[in-house]
């Protein structure tokens, strides 16, 4: 709420909200915005109550009708239900909106990559090959400075370039800063990108998971495994926990020298001994007798390790320490490799990448592997996994295990979207407690790092399912897990169960237990502390207000102008040029994900407009003015306002554009 002095100032009506924005900020009588003239007295006055009224009837006037004053009655068509229902859940139709306007004048990659001599398409090329021709179509640049080429010396999109001006010579030539190409020379920005040879052999369904098939076939043994290509419903009996050690995995791909899988003799030994059951007897001795050929050579490219002879033990692994330690939600949609650059700045301790399908991998997606993208700022990095069968998701965390930098692999089980839910995937798994441990035990036996879950309180509202599984994965091996205190079913309509979470915390013991929901200010990541909780998850109020982050370490309220905010739209949007390209296509895509966030900035009230601190998470304002036009401009929940915040920043969007945010209840035209 806000304070009653700025209530008499900044509280207005809907109309009023956008007539000002209309006239940029300026009062009737061309007074700068912000200042507590007689017009914004009068505006405030209309629709703010006497400050001893509830919060509940000062919540009310949302639509700007004064206490007291009736509305007219609405005129109903016959048929048509009298009251309409609050905009909830996804817009799963949206437009398409991706720009197709300029596709059928698009260069050539070979002249872009200034290898004209050679087209990767040869006379089947559908580009065009003549410069001239295209930049007679190129839409016009959108400014004289280039992100790529003031940050590292040369834009590798050449003409293409929406900022090509910055670096172009005049025969069209791309310019090159020497000095600044030599300093970043040899540096790697991002790894866990696809390479094409990886892909053709997904593809073509080449890649070997020797270790995935000895795990499976370990399970076929006591009945027979519900697989992803299978999805009929088979019981399938409970496997036991293995007493030996994991299967080491192995997998051949161009770039990467096969290892064998036939040497864990030391381990072996060490099992048999503390088990007292003899070597041959083991379950990874009867395996090996089963599939390892008498006679091995083991392989090996790069630095000579043992680790091909040796696996590690479950103890032996890289330790997950992130006590205490603030981490950033897998976002889906807005949690992009230039979001979480701009959280790490803010303070952000852990990030994780969007949720990735683990059958979108192993077919070899570049979409899918894209999120999976690690930037060198992410110290403390983890991939997020979904999947609803055990081979499927075995195989994918093998195939990670070889081929990407992370610190931790988590699994989610926590997705509430019903095309994930419906395939057995996300919440349903915490009602399949087979298939979930048939996944764990398997991912843990072939990854390296550390395995960890992402669950909710439960499935139904009012059934909580959390403290019953959390002691099952401590078993199963899992290092740490994340309780959003929200079933499925509840979705985000009330508020986090910090007392269930707390409950659980004890039931989880020694396992760390990180808590997850409604944290928008430090005050709330105190209290949630205080639950005994190993460490906080942030996730919406990431979104609402990126330098919570900074806020929760300084423990202070920052009462951020509209200019820094600004700012951080700015940075963003050279993130994303970095990312996605400087070229029509990065610039759009950039645009797209700038407006998948603006749905949740909006939601940000100023600190100093609030009548009580801190805002919750749940509360939506009513229509109020800002202190300034920019601020009152971001505060806008309209769609337009949005597009024209991101022509500040990214020029004018493209011939009839469209935009529709993945929640209904973000906006509206």
Known sequence: MMRERSQR????????????????????????????????????????????????????????????????????????????????????????????????????????????????????????????????????????????????????????????????????????????????????????????????????????????????????????????????????????????????????????????????????????????????????????????????????????????????????KKRLNIQNKLYLAPLTTCGNLPFRRICKRFGADVTCGEMAVCTNLLQGQSSEWALLKRHHTEDLFGVQLEGAFPDTMTKCAELLNRTVEVDFVDINVGCPIDLVYKKGGGCALMNRSSKFEQIVRGMNQVLDVPLTVKIRTGVQEKVNLAHRLLPELREWGVALATLHGRSREQRYTKGADWQYIQHCVAVASPMPLFGNGDILSYEDANRALQTGVSGIMIARGALIKPWLFTEIKEQRHWDISSGERLDILRDFTSYGLEHWGSDTQGVEKTRKFLLEWLSFLCRYIPVGLLEHLPQKINERPPYYLGRDHLETLMASQNVDDWISISEMLLGPVPPAFTFLPKHKANSYR
């Open 9 to 316: 100032w900044y509280l207005t009506t809907k109309e009023q909200f956008h007539t000002f924005l209309g006239t940029k900020g300026k009062s009737p009588g061309d007074r700068a915005v912000g200042e507590p003239d007689s017009d914004r007295a009068e505006i405030g006055s209309s629709v703010c109550c006497n400050s001893s009224d509830p919060d509940t009837k000062r919540l009310k006037l949302e639509d700007g009708e004064a206490e007291g004053v009736e509305r007219p009655p609405l005129e109903v068509e016959e048929g048509e239900p009298q009251q309409k229902k609050r905009a909830r859940g996804q817009n799963k139709r949206r437009p398409h909106m991706k720009p197709t306007c300029y596709d059928d004048n698009r260069l050539c990659p070979s002249l872009v990559q200034e290898s004209a001599e050679k087209c990767f398409f040869g006379e089947r090329c559908r580009f065009l090959h003549d410069v001239d021709i295209y930049l007679a179509s190129k839409p016009p640049d959108l400014g004289d400075k280039c992100v790529l080429f003031e940050t590292f010396g040369k834009c590798i999109y050449g003409v293409t370039c929406r900022f090509a001006r910055a670096h172009m010579g005049p025969q069209h030539q791309n310019l090159v800063k020497e000095e600044l190409v030599k300093q970043w020379e040899g540096q790697k920005l991002t790894s866990n990108g696809l390479s094409k040879d990886l892909q053709h052999q997904l593809r073509k369904k080449k890649v070997r998971f020797d270790h995935s098939e000895k795990y499976l076939k370990q399970l076929s043994k006591s009945g027979r495994v519900e697989t992803g290509e299978d999805q009929t419903p088979i019981p399938a009996a409970e496997p036991e926990a293995p007493k030996g050690e994991p299967f080491e995995a192995s997998i051949d791909f161009p770039g990467h020298m096969a290892q064998n899988s036939a040497s864990a003799d030391a381990h072996e030994s060490l099992a048999s001994l503390e088990s007292g059951v003899p070597l041959s007897e083991t379950v990874s001795g009867i395996l090996e007798r089963e599939t390892t050929p008498q006679t091995d050579v083991v392989c090996s490219s790069g630095h000579l390790t043992d680790e091909d002879l040796i696996k590690l033990r479950p103890r032996e």
